[in-house]
């Protein structure tokens, strides 16, 4: 039931920690997995690597800024030249500043909106619009999993960019539900607790965010990058087949801790 045999996926954000968990973990399944990365090109390289070895040939990788309208399109056009068919989509890409609500500029908010959440929305509907002759690459039976975060719904200090656009990400994907269940295609979003990954980098106040997650996670540890591929991995396959418009909250019973 777990098994991705055949499937052809794409995943965004794969030089990051939870993206490259996630691509090994569906090409151990069987999937041949196609990656997107935006500057870090030795994680992205590293990416490939481990999924040349998993699958016995280099993926196919591909460069994008979502912040950028323009290589948005252009990213969404190579994909559907080098696919005839997306099976797994999972958008695990993400950027933002971590600062306070009168630090913020609107600069600062447009980019996050654009990279974490306007992303998701050209993306499927640059696939669902492959071309008049060739209709949709999401074929009857794909499954799409993009990634949120806590902030979607809980208000946590520096975190107001990333925040609003993780919930329009949510909101976006609950729309997508409704609108690509009728075709087969399904929508979920993965919404891990704190994963030590180098994105907790740029957090300002990191240490402390790190002792509050240890020390209130009812199951008593921090989320890893395979934690939450394994749901992802979970989410993608016939086994999650009437899971659809759902958010998964992949955090050890941190967000139900009152
Ligand atoms: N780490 C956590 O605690 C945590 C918690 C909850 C949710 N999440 C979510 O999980 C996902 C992965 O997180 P992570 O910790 O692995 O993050 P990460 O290490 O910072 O990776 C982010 C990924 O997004 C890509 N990216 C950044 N800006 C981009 C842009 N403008 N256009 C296209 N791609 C861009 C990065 O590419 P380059 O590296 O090549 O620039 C990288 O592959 C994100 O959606 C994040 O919000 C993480």
Redesign the pocket.
Known sequence: MLDLSGKQALV????????RAICRLLAARGAEVGIA????HE??RATAAELEALRGRAPSVFR????DTASSEAFVKAVCAEFDRIDVLVH????GVFRGVHELTARHLDWAMD?NARSLFSLVQGLIQAGPERGSLLARGASIVA???LGAVRAIPQYAAVAASKAALEAIARQLALELGPAGVRINVV??G??P????EHFPNRAHLVEVASSRTPLGRLTTPEDVANVVGFLCSDAAAMVHGQTLHVDGGYSVVG
């Open positions: 965004t954000g794969a030089s990051g920690d939870i993206g990365y935006f500057s870090d994680r992205a994008v800024n979502f912040g695990a890409a993400a950027s990279v990634l949120s975060s919404s891990p704190l994963v990954t180098r994105a907790l």
